[in-house]
């Protein structure tokens, strides 16, 4: 399994320019969730997902979609980049339901980092 | 809403000497409690867990204890090496009476973690 994968690893916006964070998992894990990363912050829910179809709003939403149309795929866009969304962007799911005890253990991708000039 | 703090950092230590990060949390009803590692360049890994209230989570020679009475699930390591140094993140994620564990982790900011030879 390649577990949870995250592209691209590092990007360069213009404030107003528009681009969607890519992120798959292998796992066939039903939640799915992205969050960013700031100093000081720790990471923040932007949005998630339990199931394809199923999308719900975190605690920083604004500025961002998501859309769940596959198992595997839960992409994050932004419509219009403000340097405020300059962070790491890291996605991650888990399988509620994981026999084996590991149910409440989310898996993370590797991140994106957005500089939004 | 439910809140996760943890010590200031930065963290420095010389190899071997003991680790204490202290995390406190505030939720309603009873969480599942979490610290998870980033090393440099990677996201984020689970590192130990714990589900109710006495639970002790291990693993790697890092320990915590979840604690009802003082909302606290401070990490310890009694001998530490060069590779622990890492970003630790203490986080909390809501029970779900359902018995799913779909549900929501609110972090705390991160306490980096420097180990000297």
């Known amino acids: 399994n390649a577990g949870v994968t995250q592209t691209p690893k590092f990007q360069v916006l213009k404030t107003g320019q528009s681009m969607t964070l890519q992120c798959a998992q292998d796992?066939?894990?039903?939640?799915m969730s992205w969050y960013r990363q700031d100093p000081g912050m720790g990471l923040r829910l932007i949005h998630y997902s339990v199931g394809a179809g199923i999308t719900d709003q975190g605690e920083v939403p604004n500025g961002y979609n998501v859309s769940r149309s596959t198992t595997e795929d839960f992409p994050l866009r932004l419509l219009s980049a403000a340097p405020s969304q300059t962070s790491v962007y890291f996605c991650?799911?888990?399988?509620?339901?994981?026999?084996?005890?590991?149910?409440?253990?989310?898996?993370f991708g590797p991140g994106t980092r957005l500089l939004v000039l | 809403g439910d809140s996760v703090t943890q010590m200031e950092g930065p963290v420095t230590l010389s190899e071997e000497a003991f680790l204490t990060i202290n995390c406190t949390y505030t939720a309603t009803g009873y969480p599942s409690l979490f610290w998870y590692v980033q090393y440099p360049g990677e996201g984020l890994q689970l590192l130990l867990k714990?589900?109710?209230?006495?639970d002790k989570g291990s693993n790697k020679g890092f320990e915590a204890t979840y604690r009802k009475e003082t909302t606290s699930f401070h990490l310890e390591k009694g001998s530490v090496q060069v590779s622990d140094s890492a970003v630790y993140f203490c986080a909390s994620k809501p029970f779900n009476a359902g018995g799913t564990s779909y549900g929501k982790l609110t972090f705390g900011q991160g306490t980096i973690l420097t180990v000297h030879p």
């Open positions: 714990a589900t109710k209230a006495d």
């Open positions: 991650a799911s888990s399988n509620p339901r994981d026999p084996s005890g590991l149910q409440e253990t989310q898996y």
């Open positions: 796992m066939n894990h039903e939640y």
